[in-house]
Nanobody, 121 residues
Framework: QVHLVESGGGLVQAGGSRGLSCQAI????????MAWYRQAPGQQREFVAS???????NYGYSVKGRFTISRDNAQNTVHLQMNSLQPEDSAVYYC???????????????WGQGVLVTVSS
């Protein structure tokens, strides 16, 4: 009923920038939290950034000051602007969103398929 479409992954040189987008599609009444997580090979999935429905943002320590999360509620889209990328940022980035549907079941919590970001030195 609700799924997330991610875009923007790819290869970028160290020190460069990349933007990721994630759009929620479906019978959506409202979206509460939208977030990005990432997982590198052999590592745990870690929190990257989140933004609430009223625009409150939160960032993981490793990306604070370099990444910016924003959302466009009219498009049900969250964007992650990644600056000063380092090889350590290489990972599969997963979008996450939760909220309320216009139809039953009332609440949803979904993950995107993940998009690969590779930062080369």
């Amino acid at each position: 009923q609700v799924h997330l479409v991610e875009s923007g992954g790819g290869l970028v040189q160290a020190g460069g920038s990349r933007g990721l987008s994630c759009q929620a599609i479906g019978t959506i009444l409202s979206i509460d939290n939208m977030a990005w997580y990432r997982q590198a090979p052999g590592q745990q999935r870690e929190f990257v950034a989140s933004v609430t429905g009223v625009g409150t943002t939160n960032y993981g320590y490793s990306v604070k000051g370099r990444f910016t999360i924003s959302r466009d509620n009219a498009q049900n889209t969250v964007h992650l602007q990644m600056n000063s990328l380092q090889p350590e940022d290489s990972a599969v980035y997963y979008c996450n969103a939760n909220g309320e549907r216009t139809v039953l079941p009332r609440y949803f919590e979904v993950w995107g398929q993940g998009v690969l970001v590779t930062v080369s030195s």
